[in-house]
């Protein structure tokens, strides 16, 4: 099974960089290697981002420069994972999504161009690549009728349609955003049909689960 997984910055960059995850995690992709799986991993920016962006925010005003700024972020996390995978995966960082194919290394991205997050990259990469599943590691149980963190009888939706997915994005782009997920991934995830599962990878077990096919987060199907 070909898989993208795009790792959250909020589990792994959150709110310091979290090494133990990032072993836990590796140990699990190399498991699954064995029994013939193959990944391609995008890697978030996090806290670490947010704080780098909100600096040269002040200093730029630039949102562009903070994109930037952000992806540098985002591929210095990405060379961690890689030190962790070290002689399991490419060791230096890929920077585009174009023709990506999956080969029996294991391939990791960072952000690719300004204007939009490692959601984007992700969904952009399941799509070249032609992948069976794409998993969002979040630090939540997956997507939510209405905000959480706001209200308290707020519902985790098990299955969403495609269509539906587009209507829990975030439209407007802005360095450093946080969100279920940004317009331009759910637009590439409903336009292909990307079989797509958001989940809490704080307990590692939930990826674990979806790499074997067992309910777990929300399915998009
Ligand atoms: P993230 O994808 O990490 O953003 O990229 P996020 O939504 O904060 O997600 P978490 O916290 O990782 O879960 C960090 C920032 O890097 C820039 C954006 O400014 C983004 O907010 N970025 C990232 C880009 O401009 N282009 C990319 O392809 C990726």
Redesign the pocket.
Known sequence: MNVVICL???VV??PKINKEYIKEFSSLIKKFLSIGYRFIIVV???DI??EY?NIARELSNDETL???V??M??RMNAMLLISALKGYAYEDVITDTKGLKFEDKVKIL????????????AAEAARESRADLLIYV?NVDGIYDKDPQIYKDARLIKRMKFEDLVNYSIREHK?????VIDYKAAMIIKENRIKTIFLNGKDIKNIEKALLGEEVGTLIS
């Open positions: 959250g910055g909020s960059a959150s978030g920016g996090g981002a947010r962006i903070c994109d930037k952000g992806i972020v985002t960072g952000g690719t161009v300004p204007g939009q997050t490692t959601d984007s990259v979040t360095a450093g955003i946080r969100g």
